[in-house]
């Protein structure tokens, strides 16, 4: 059984920083690509960060420069370091993998960063 769990999440004033963990059972996260994806209240879920097998990595525009994105294959674990946050980051951070056209979603963190 796939399971991911992010943690890390929690409040911040506005130019702090989280690091988010997403760690994995069931699934090797070592073959495949790992997203960060948010969804703020009221709107849609939105991809923040992935990153590759092979270590690419690509990010929202909006986090570009702040956020960035890292994995530990021996703790199958991905991470999302942000850092000067916003408060317009404030969202349920998800993290997501695929196997076999079938995408396992954690159950989310919450971040709030306060002004």
């Known amino acids: 059984q796939v399971q991911l769990v992010e943690s890390g999440g929690g409040l911040v004033q506005a130019g702090g920083s989280l690091r988010l963990s997403c760690a994995a059972s069931?699934?090797?996260?070592?073959?495949?690509?790992v997203g960060w994806y948010r969804q703020a209240s009221g709107k849609q879920r939105e991809l923040v960060a992935v990153?590759?097998?092979?270590?690419?990595?690509n990010y929202a525009d909006f986090v570009r420069g702040r956020f960035t994105i890292s994995r530990d294959n021996a703790k199958n674990t991905v991470y999302l370091q942000m850092n000067s946050l916003k408060p317009e980051d404030t969202a349920v951070y998800f993290c997501k993998v695929d196997r076999f056209a079938v995408s396992y979603w954690g159950q989310g963190t919450q971040v709030t960063v306060s002004a």
């Open positions: 069931g699934i090797s996260f070592g073959a495949r690509p």
């Open positions: 990153i590759s097998s092979g270590e690419t990595t």
